[in-house]
Protein backbone atom coordinates (compact mmCIF):
# COMPACT_ATOMS: atom_id res chain seq x y z
CA UNK A 1 0.00 0.00 0.00
CA UNK A 2 1.18 3.40 -0.74
CA UNK A 3 0.43 6.75 0.68
CA UNK A 4 -1.51 7.71 -2.10
CA UNK A 5 -4.43 5.56 -0.63
CA UNK A 6 -4.21 7.51 2.15
CA UNK A 7 -4.49 10.51 0.37
CA UNK A 8 -7.66 9.26 -1.42
CA UNK A 9 -9.39 8.56 1.36
CA UNK A 10 -8.63 11.33 3.30
CA UNK A 11 -10.23 13.49 0.16
CA UNK A 12 -13.14 11.63 0.55
CA UNK A 13 -13.66 11.71 4.09
CA UNK A 14 -13.49 15.22 3.81
CA UNK A 15 -15.92 15.66 0.78
CA UNK A 16 -18.48 13.61 3.24
CA UNK A 17 -18.14 15.21 6.16
CA UNK A 18 -20.27 18.33 7.19
CA UNK A 19 -18.46 21.61 8.05
CA UNK A 20 -18.14 21.91 11.86
CA UNK A 21 -17.92 24.66 14.17
CA UNK A 22 -14.56 23.33 15.52
CA UNK A 23 -11.36 21.95 14.29
CA UNK A 24 -12.18 18.00 13.27
CA UNK A 25 -9.34 15.59 14.24
CA UNK A 26 -8.60 13.12 12.04
CA UNK A 27 -8.56 9.33 13.48
CA UNK A 28 -6.32 6.65 11.87
CA UNK A 29 -8.15 2.95 12.43
CA UNK A 30 -6.78 -0.36 12.05
CA UNK A 31 -8.29 -3.54 12.59
CA UNK A 32 -6.20 -6.45 12.75
CA UNK A 33 -6.43 -9.99 12.44
CA UNK A 34 -5.23 -13.82 13.77
CA UNK A 35 -3.10 -12.66 16.67
CA UNK A 36 -3.80 -13.92 20.03
CA UNK A 37 -3.10 -10.94 22.26
CA UNK A 38 -3.38 -13.47 25.22
CA UNK A 39 -0.03 -14.00 24.12
CA UNK A 40 2.93 -11.27 24.47
CA UNK A 41 4.83 -12.16 21.65
CA UNK A 42 1.39 -11.05 19.61
CA UNK A 43 0.76 -7.71 21.48
CA UNK A 44 1.80 -4.80 19.73
CA UNK A 45 3.56 -1.85 21.51
CA UNK A 46 5.75 0.75 20.28
CA UNK A 47 6.52 4.48 20.12
CA UNK A 48 6.95 6.43 16.43
CA UNK A 49 8.17 10.00 16.00
CA UNK A 50 6.23 11.24 13.29
CA UNK A 51 7.43 13.74 10.57
CA UNK A 52 5.09 16.44 11.49
CA UNK A 53 2.17 17.32 14.15
CA UNK A 54 0.01 15.36 15.39
CA UNK A 55 -3.53 17.51 15.11
CA UNK A 56 -3.37 17.74 18.70
CA UNK A 57 -1.03 19.21 21.72
CA UNK A 58 0.71 16.60 24.19
CA UNK A 59 0.39 18.03 27.52
CA UNK A 60 3.78 16.71 29.39
CA UNK A 61 3.52 15.68 33.44
CA UNK A 62 7.24 15.58 34.97
CA UNK A 63 7.63 13.05 38.26
CA UNK A 64 11.23 14.21 39.37
CA UNK A 65 13.11 15.03 42.33
CA UNK A 66 14.10 18.25 43.43
CA UNK A 67 17.40 18.59 41.13
CA UNK A 68 15.71 18.41 38.47
CA UNK A 69 12.56 20.72 39.31
CA UNK A 70 13.75 23.86 37.69
CA UNK A 71 14.48 21.73 34.32
CA UNK A 72 11.40 20.02 34.35
CA UNK A 73 9.65 23.08 34.95
CA UNK A 74 10.86 25.37 32.16
CA UNK A 75 9.67 22.45 29.54
CA UNK A 76 6.89 20.42 30.67
CA UNK A 77 3.62 21.59 31.29
CA UNK A 78 3.45 20.42 34.88
CA UNK A 79 5.98 19.37 37.28
CA UNK A 80 5.37 17.20 40.26
CA UNK A 81 8.32 17.34 42.43
CA UNK A 82 8.98 13.90 44.98
CA UNK A 83 7.91 15.28 48.14
CA UNK A 84 4.20 15.48 46.93
CA UNK A 85 4.22 11.96 45.61
CA UNK A 86 2.54 10.95 48.83
CA UNK A 87 -0.08 13.19 48.24
CA UNK A 88 -1.47 11.96 44.61
CA UNK A 89 -0.52 8.07 46.23
CA UNK A 90 -2.75 8.98 49.18
CA UNK A 91 -6.13 10.27 47.14
CA UNK A 92 -7.13 8.15 44.10
CA UNK A 93 -9.62 11.23 42.76
CA UNK A 94 -6.60 13.32 42.36
CA UNK A 95 -4.49 11.27 40.91
CA UNK A 96 -7.14 10.04 38.01
CA UNK A 97 -7.67 13.73 37.38
CA UNK A 98 -3.51 13.94 36.70
CA UNK A 99 -3.78 10.61 34.55
CA UNK A 100 -6.71 12.08 32.40
CA UNK A 101 -5.08 15.20 31.79
CA UNK A 102 -1.68 14.50 30.29
CA UNK A 103 -0.85 12.57 27.49
CA UNK A 104 2.92 11.85 28.73
CA UNK A 105 4.54 11.13 32.05
CA UNK A 106 8.56 12.03 32.48
CA UNK A 107 10.32 10.14 35.16
CA UNK A 108 13.44 10.85 37.03
CA UNK A 109 14.97 6.81 36.60
CA UNK A 110 16.17 6.82 40.04
CA UNK A 111 12.59 7.85 41.16
CA UNK A 112 10.77 5.04 39.23
CA UNK A 113 10.34 3.07 42.37
CA UNK A 114 8.91 5.64 44.08
CA UNK A 115 6.94 7.00 41.04
CA UNK A 116 5.74 3.54 40.38
CA UNK A 117 4.23 3.23 44.29
CA UNK A 118 2.68 6.21 44.38
CA UNK A 119 1.25 6.84 40.41
CA UNK A 120 1.67 2.62 39.46
CA UNK A 121 -2.08 1.99 40.24
CA UNK A 122 -3.57 4.73 38.10
CA UNK A 123 -1.21 5.11 35.10
CA UNK A 124 -0.06 1.59 34.76
CA UNK A 125 -3.64 0.53 33.50
CA UNK A 126 -3.94 3.80 31.76
CA UNK A 127 -0.78 2.32 29.32
CA UNK A 128 0.97 6.22 31.28
CA UNK A 129 3.71 5.15 33.10
CA UNK A 130 6.56 6.50 32.27
CA UNK A 131 8.27 4.23 29.30
CA UNK A 132 12.13 4.01 28.08
CA UNK A 133 11.19 3.33 24.51
CA UNK A 134 9.72 6.67 24.38
CA UNK A 135 12.98 8.55 26.03
CA UNK A 136 10.59 9.31 29.42
CA UNK A 137 12.83 7.86 31.65
CA UNK A 138 15.59 10.61 32.15
CA UNK A 139 18.60 11.72 33.97
CA UNK A 140 20.57 14.70 34.95
CA UNK A 141 22.49 14.38 31.58
CA UNK A 142 18.37 14.81 29.60
CA UNK A 143 17.63 17.47 27.31
CA UNK A 144 14.18 18.08 28.38
CA UNK A 145 13.24 20.67 25.89
CA UNK A 146 14.04 18.76 23.28
CA UNK A 147 12.51 15.41 24.66
CA UNK A 148 9.36 17.36 24.91
CA UNK A 149 9.67 18.49 21.58
CA UNK A 150 10.24 15.19 20.14
CA UNK A 151 6.99 13.94 22.52
CA UNK A 152 4.60 16.15 20.82
CA UNK A 153 4.96 14.40 17.11
CA UNK A 154 5.19 11.29 19.06
CA UNK A 155 2.13 8.43 19.05
CA UNK A 156 1.96 5.12 21.59
CA UNK A 157 0.95 2.08 18.85
CA UNK A 158 -0.51 -0.57 20.82
CA UNK A 159 -2.72 -3.47 20.66
CA UNK A 160 -2.50 -5.68 24.18
CA UNK A 161 -6.30 -6.15 24.86
CA UNK A 162 -7.87 -5.09 21.88
CA UNK A 163 -7.48 -5.45 17.79
CA UNK A 164 -8.54 -1.83 16.81
CA UNK A 165 -5.97 0.56 16.86
CA UNK A 166 -7.30 4.37 16.81
CA UNK A 167 -4.80 7.25 16.61
CA UNK A 168 -5.61 11.00 16.34
CA UNK A 169 -2.96 11.61 13.32
CA UNK A 170 -4.11 14.79 12.11
CA UNK A 171 -6.58 17.90 11.69
CA UNK A 172 -8.17 19.18 9.43
CA UNK A 173 -6.36 22.22 8.97
CA UNK A 174 -3.48 20.50 7.96
CA UNK A 175 -1.83 20.10 4.76
CA UNK A 176 -3.12 16.52 3.01
CA UNK A 177 0.31 15.56 2.21
CA UNK A 178 1.56 15.95 6.08
CA UNK A 179 -1.80 14.01 6.99
CA UNK A 180 -1.19 10.84 4.64
CA UNK A 181 2.63 10.97 5.72
CA UNK A 182 1.53 10.57 9.24
CA UNK A 183 -1.02 7.83 8.65
CA UNK A 184 1.52 5.72 5.87
CA UNK A 185 4.61 5.89 8.38
CA UNK A 186 2.60 4.25 11.36
CA UNK A 187 0.99 1.58 8.71
CA UNK A 188 4.64 0.74 7.31
CA UNK A 189 6.00 1.08 11.37
CA UNK A 190 2.83 -1.19 12.45
CA UNK A 191 3.52 -4.00 9.52
CA UNK A 192 6.95 -4.24 11.21
CA UNK A 193 5.99 -5.25 14.39
CA UNK A 194 3.36 -7.68 13.42
CA UNK A 195 4.03 -11.47 13.23
CA UNK A 196 2.76 -11.95 9.75
CA UNK A 197 3.22 -8.16 8.79
CA UNK A 198 0.75 -6.70 6.54
CA UNK A 199 -1.35 -10.06 6.49
CA UNK A 200 -2.26 -9.34 9.99
CA UNK A 201 -3.71 -6.26 9.15
CA UNK A 202 -7.62 -6.95 8.39
CA UNK A 203 -8.85 -3.38 7.10
CA UNK A 204 -7.57 0.44 7.23
CA UNK A 205 -9.71 3.84 7.51
CA UNK A 206 -9.41 7.49 7.83
CA UNK A 207 -12.23 9.16 9.67
CA UNK A 208 -12.50 12.57 11.26
CA UNK A 209 -14.14 13.90 14.23
CA UNK A 210 -17.77 13.66 12.86
CA UNK A 211 -17.47 12.16 10.08
CA UNK A 212 -18.19 8.23 8.69
CA UNK A 213 -14.78 5.95 8.55
CA UNK A 214 -13.51 5.83 4.79
CA UNK A 215 -11.75 2.65 4.06
CA UNK A 216 -8.38 2.86 2.95
CA UNK A 217 -7.69 -0.98 2.65
Same mark, same amino acid.
Given at each position: ?????? /??????????????????? =?? /????? @?????? &???????? !????? $????????????????????? +??????????????? $???????? +?? /?????? !??????????? =???????? #??? @?????????????????? !???????? @? +??????? &??????????????? @??????????????? #?? *? *?????? *????? =??? +? /?????? =????
Amino acid at each position: MDKKKF /LEALNKAKQDSKKRNFKQK =VD /LIVNL @KDLDLK &KPDQQVEF !FLKLR $YNKGKESKICALVGPELSAKA +KSSCDNCIVSDDFQK $YAGDKKLS +KK /LCNEYD !FFIAQANMMAK =VAAAFGRI #LGP @KGKMPNPKSGCVVTDKTD !FNALCESL @K +KTVKVSA &KTSLIIQLIIGNEEM @KDEEIADNAYSIYEQ #LT *H *HLPNEK *HNIKS =VFL +K /LTMGKP =VKVL
